[in-house]
């Protein structure tokens, strides 16, 4: 059990482009999602919690009007690249927090985003 | 503030030698959870362990051991007889449920085992 899925794995999008990614918890309810990025060589860098049915909670110098993020079920959060930049190029990973758990958090397998 | 230091970037090590990956972490809570991942080129995170505050019992799994010790806020894993397969990329982390359980990393130590 505790499975979670990212959809895609891979992206390669045009600059200026807008790209969304899927992070679902397969068999179990997820009142609280974690969206990461990794860049090549580097730790993973948490940019926002995700709360199902509220508004996400960014981290300090994420842009929440560049990376949309919607967690509309208990199973499902997405995150929307929008006008992508070369820089946005990265590794995406999300993990979901089990409902009614304090530290019971999975991870999905990641998105590597392309932009070119 | 939260902090996780891994020092070492990069170790490398010669097949069945031991192995020490030094974790400290900085923390004003008193409730925390530290945890250990590995991330293998494939880029998938692998939980391997996760330890309370209020737990300060060192752990052994097959050739994996951990060494939590709060007066020195350290968390320090250990390879014993490493394996190429051991190759990867571990992260060590702090997550508090007064931060609203997220997980703050370490930078990471890449560890290459050659044959």
């Known amino acids: 059990g505790a499975v979670v899925s990212q959809h895609p794995s891979r992206v390669i999008c045009k600059s200026g482009t807008s790209v969304k990614i899927e992070c679902r918890s397969l068999d179990f309810q997820a009142t609280t999602m974690f969206w990461y990025r990794q860049f090549p060589k580097q730790s993973l860098m948490l940019m926002a919690t995700?709360?199902?049915?509220?508004?996400?909670?960014?981290e300090q110098g994420v842009e929440k009007d560049k990376f949309l993020i919607n967690h509309a079920s208990l199973t499902l959060s997405t995150l929307t690249v929008t006008s992508a930049h070369p820089e946005d190029s990265s590794f995406y990973i999300c993990?979901?927090?089990?409902?009614?758990?304090?530290?019971?958090?999975?991870f999905g397998p990641g998105t590597r985003l392309t932009v070119t | 503030a939260q902090k996780v230091t891994q020092a070492q970037t990069e170790i490398s090590v010669v097949e069945k030698e031991d192995v020490t990956l030094d974790c400290v972490y900085e923390?004003?809570?008193?409730?925390?959870?530290l945890f250990w991942y590995k991330q293998p080129p494939s880029g998938e995170l692998v939980f391997l362990i996760r330890r309370n505050s209020f737990d300060e019992q060192n752990e052994i799994s097959g050739r994996y051991s951990w060494n939590f010790q709060k007066s020195t806020s350290s968390f320090n894993f250990t390879i014993t007889a490493s394996q190429v397969v051991d190759s990867a990329v571990y992260f060590c982390a702090l997550s508090a449920p007064n931060q609203g359980g997220k997980l703050i990393f370490g930078q990471g130590t890449e560890l290459s085992v050659k044959p």
């Open positions: 923390t004003r809570d008193t409730t925390y959870y």
């Open positions: 995700s709360n199902e049915g509220s508004k996400a909670t960014y």
């Open positions: 993990s979901a927090r089990r409902a009614r758990t304090v530290y019971e958090q999975y």
